[in-house]
C-alpha cells in the first residue's frame, strides 16, 4: 500500500494516476455501474490513516474507495483532515465481508412489519501484511457489496453472513435513519 499524493482540491497527480493505470472513461464508469463507493468508517490497518486518527471520543474516520484500472484507491476524511492510498490489483491478497443481520421494524401500509437489513465488517488483505479494517453501516452496505462484486476483483472477494443471532433495533434509531435516507 502507498501512500500517495495529490493535489489541493485532492485529485491524484498524473504520475500517481499512471502508476494505477489511470481512470476510466465515463462510458466505462457507466458501464462498470460507477467506480467510487459510498462512505464506510474506518477502523485500523493502514499506518497512514492511523497517524490521522488521534483517539478523540466521537471522532469519526470516514473512508471511500475509487477503482482505477490496475488498482484501488483508498481516501481517509476525519474533520477535513485527509490521506490518501493505494492498492494495485495484484497486491490484494482479499476482500472479506462479514455482515450482521438486524432486525427492525417498518411501517408498511399502515401495518408494523419486520424486516433484515445488514451492517458489515469489511477486511482489506493486501500482500504485504496488511489488514486494513472498516465498518460498514446498514444504509451503504448493498451499494458495498456490489463494489465489490466487480468483476475485476470478484475472485478475491469473500461475503459471509454471520450465525449471530439476528440484532434487533429496539429503540427504532436505525429504522428512522433508513427512512431518512430512502432506504
Not at 24 to 38: A, H, P, V
Not at 42 to 58: A, K
Request: glycine share 10%.
Amino acid at each position: 500500500m502507498y501512500p500517495l499524493e495529490t493535489d489541493s482540491t485532492g485529485n491524484l497527480t498524473p504520475a500517481e494516476l499512471a502508476r494505477f493505470g489511470g481512470t476510466y472513461t465515463f462510458r466505462e464508469k457507466l458501464q462498470l455501474g460507477g467506480t467510487g463507493s459510498s462512505k464506510i468508517i474506518y477502523q485500523e490497518g493502514i499506518p497512514t490513516f492511523d497517524e490521522l486518527c488521534r483517539g478523540i471520543e466521537n471522532e469519526v474516520a470516514y473512508a471511500n474507495f475509487e477503482w482505477l484500472k490496475n488498482g484501488l484507491i483508498l481516501r481517509l476524511n476525519t474533520n477535513q483532515r485527509l490521506s490518501c492510498v493505494g492498492l494495485t490489483l495484484e497486491e490484494i491478497e482479499g476482500i472479506n465481508l462479514l455482515a450482521y443481520r438486524i432486525k427492525i421494524r417498518r411501517m408498511r401500509w399502515g401495518v408494523l412489519r419486520n424486516k433484515i437489513v445488514h451492517r458489515g465488517e469489511l477486511e482489506i488483505v493486501g500482500s504485504s501484511g496488511l489488514k486494513a479494517k472498516f465498518i460498514i453501516t446498514p444504509p451503504f452496505f448493498e451499494g458495498m457489496v456490489r463494489f465489490f462484486s466487480k468483476e475485476e476483483i470478484a475472485e478475491k472477494f469473500g461475503y459471509a453472513v454471520s450465525l449471530m443471532p439476528v440484532e434487533e433495533d429496539k429503540d427504532g434509531w436505525l429504522y428512522v435513519l433508513l427512512e431518512m435516507l430512502g432506504g
